[in-house]
């Protein structure tokens, strides 16, 4: 490490900054790439990339200020992430999720948030330190959740959507509790104090929103036209920082958190027609300056400390898994999911979160607890993210045991009815097709114009109710139990086709098809390469890869469009 003094030395050859900077990428890289091969959250990679920076004579040796600088830039990336959560905010979600949003986010906020604020009180924090915590560790990680559920292709399931509706919820509430957080943060604030800095601050924010409101109607979809107007991706890109951080700093002008406004600067463009090409344009740089952010926390963590305190942080981790896990699950049983989705959902929000670790920051710097608890509170929250890919892992093995309990629970006690029963019964050499999306639909129609009889089995509700009234022959049914398959009459079938790309569900489904039934001839959908082969080894007699198709389909229009020139 010789060399490293070179950077400090003040020659103005190479500065401690950008020094920090290309260790610190250079590591986040390598460390990426191992985490990739476990199937780990690329986040926590980051966070571990700085705590070894933390505590390698690296940083040491450049200089406190380098590392001051790096926190200042990781800021950035907290008001990039708020600028896209406000950009990909949809009332119309929030309209046909409101009950999982509004009663579901409520009640996991509620629950939570009760059960930390007990935890924090019971370690001896006073009440501005127990409302902070409690709101950090009721928070979870929305990146980790919903890159897990796609990872292992549940990203359309009930229990994603679940949990995408809960998150819809916490960033609403962690945008107020941001605003907030100052007067709760300033020392000494009594009650008629706290209410007027409160009708305060409800007056500036009520004006910010109002002069923000009028900038998105007439003012920035004319800008935004005029720059497009000109093609050049440049100006476009700078066009959207400059809005960005101009709403940003009115709102830091006024008093209020720069979060806000970057909240409500995304919320000023997400109805307009720019909004998918911002969320392309603004998407890297968010993503670089948020690598920053993860690495500037781990930064502040102390490995001696980390040591000494390790049971504390493992049974902290543990702790929010376990318990977040229990009141998401019974949240989500009581608006109504089965048990399986409501388990997978409370295992995607079941760690804290990116605003968890930014949150924790902001108290440590207004010295709510002590450096060791602080080092106790972010390690634990971090190693909950990392334990998350393996939690949905669980849950969702789990969860198909639990509702196959439930099924025959209710199969016991509401039989199916005698006319259902033997129309399945009377099919003879039929197609069971699971799923009546677009493809199931189109499936179908080809097999009804050549006499085959199908069999549909279907999750959605709404669906099966139509199909019931068209007269088709439907089973509200999930594919990977294996019930369904004897209740779909199997021995007597002919053809089985998997018309969605539900790898979990349809490697489940193949397992028990094949055990029982070895000779039903079964189609399967692979999303990507990766897939085919497993589908075949599995059991799948043909399996139609969406991408190559998609490839071929492109090539041939291609093709046909020069030969008629």
Known sequence: MAWIPYFAAGDGSVPPLFALLAIMLLGVVLVSLLLVRFRQSLLVGYFLCGVAIANSPALGMLGEDAGHQLTAMADFGVILLMFTVGLEFSLRDLKYLRRWALVGGGLQMGGCALLAGMAAWWVGCGLQAVIVASVAMAMSSTAVSIKSFHD????????????LAVAIFQDLFVILFLLILPILLTPGTGSGSLAAALGNLLLKGGGFVAVAWALSTWGIPRILHGVAMSRSRELFTLAVVGLLVG???LAGLLGLSLALGAFVAGLAVSESIFKHRILAEIERLKDLFLTLFFVSIGLTIQLDTAFQYGWQIITLALAL???KTSVITVTGKLVGLSSGPALVGAAGLASAGEFSLLLLQKAEGANLWNSAFHQVLVAGSALSMGLVPAAIRWAAIWGARLDRSDRRKHSAAHPIPAEARHRITDLRDHAVLCGFGPVG??????????????????????TVKKLKAEGHAVLFADAADEVTWELAGLDRARLVAFTFTDSPVVAAGLHHIRERYPKVTVIARARFGSDVARLQALGADHVIHDEAESGRAVAEVGKRIYEEM
């Open 152 to 163: 292992q292709g549940l990203a359309a399931s009930p229990g994603a959507r679940f949990a």
């Open 247 to 249: 709403l940003a700093f």
């Open 321 to 323: 898994l376990v318990l």
């Open 441 to 462: 639909r189109q499936l179908d129609a080809a097999l009804r114009d050549l006499g085959v009889p199908r069999l549909i089995i279907e999750l959605n509700a709404e």
